[in-house]
């Protein structure tokens, strides 16, 4: 029999660390499966997978900042990595991720596209040339999705911007024959409808904030599983429901209360979070969930 069954059994012999281990080992990020999350990693995996074709899906992941969108893409870059061919030497890369640039700029962002697969381009390269440049690297890195994160940047633009930021996107989207993935705000879904035509590939898929139901006692029982206290903690419904209110439903906010309490568990002995901490505890976060 486990000394702490309460915990992970990957997690069970940190437990028995010092303390300061165990508070670096609460502060890491870690990847806590729920069910919207789940979801999402199966439409990028199906997507991923998708044969090519002249007019390829796309998928708009979209909602309030620290609802976890760029762990999703993490968790499933990791899950599909680079490969070395070794006939060629080239790397092939099934997910490329990039962000887009602070306002709409095509040549700012060849030159980012460019340095995230390893090609800085020279500082005077016209847009013709970083547009040629970056086709050819993208054909032989062979990719199978590309990523844009922060896509909500292109509304900081002009239209005409806009426009050709978006003109852009559809042209690497259809000349490569990959799916494009766009993360972003919920005015994220404005920048999209911005082209008519782009917009009727993408589907959207919104992670909104949490609610006290039944996903939400998942994700948190999933998190209390991966943190290294000595003794279980159970939390009552009130004690749940006053977590999400204090945090606006937003994960990371609510990551970031419940490593605060682990913390104080490990700090004054009590080796556990209580109902009494959650309802005491003291926040700033806004107490309405995010439109």
């Known amino acids: 029999m486990t000394a702490y069954p309460h915990l992970d059994p990957a997690v069970q012999s940190h437990a028995d660390l010092p303390d ?142 806009q426009r050709r930021m978006l003109n852009l996107l559809r042209f690497l989207g259809n000349e490569l024959r990959i799916p494009l993935i766009c993360l972003g705000s919920h005015e994220a879904r404005d920048a999209i409808r911005g082209d008519a035509h782009l917009n009727s590939r993408f589907e959207p898929y919104g992670l909104a904030p949490w609610r006290p139901d039944a996903d939400f006692h998942g994700l948190i029982g999933g998190l209390l599983y991966s943190l290294p206290l000595r003794l279980p903690s159970e939390l009552t419904d009130r004690a749940l429901k006053r977590l999400v209110e204090a945090n606006g439903g937003i994960t990371d906010a609510i990551f970031k209360m419940v490593r605060g309490l682990a913390t104080d568990a490990i700090l004054n002995g009590t080796e556990r979070i209580t109902s009494a901490a959650i309802l005491d505890h003291r926040v700033t976060a806004p107490t309405t969930f995010a439109a």
């Open 20 to 161: 300061r281990e165990r508070i670096e080992h609460i502060r890491v990020d870690r990847w806590i499966d729920y069910p919207r999350a789940r979801q999402a990693l199966d439409k990028l995996e199906e997507l991923l997978l998708f044969p090519k074709r002249a007019r390829m899906p796309n998928l708009l992941i979209f909602g309030a900042s620290g609802m976890g969108k760029t762990m999703i893409i993490e968790k499933f870059v990791r899950a599909n990595p680079p490969s070395f061919d070794e006939s060629s030497g080239i790397h092939h890369r099934p997910v490329i991720v990039v962000q887009m640039v602070a306002s709409p700029d095509e040549g700012r962002f060849y030159h980012r596209l460019l340095s995230v697969i390893g090609a800085p381009p020279p500082t005077r390269a016209t847009l013709g040339q970083l547009e040629t440049q970056a086709l050819r690297l993208l054909q032989e890195i062979a990719p199978r999705m590309l990523v844009i994160d922060e896509v909500q940047n292109l509304i900081a633009g002009t239209y005409r911007e």
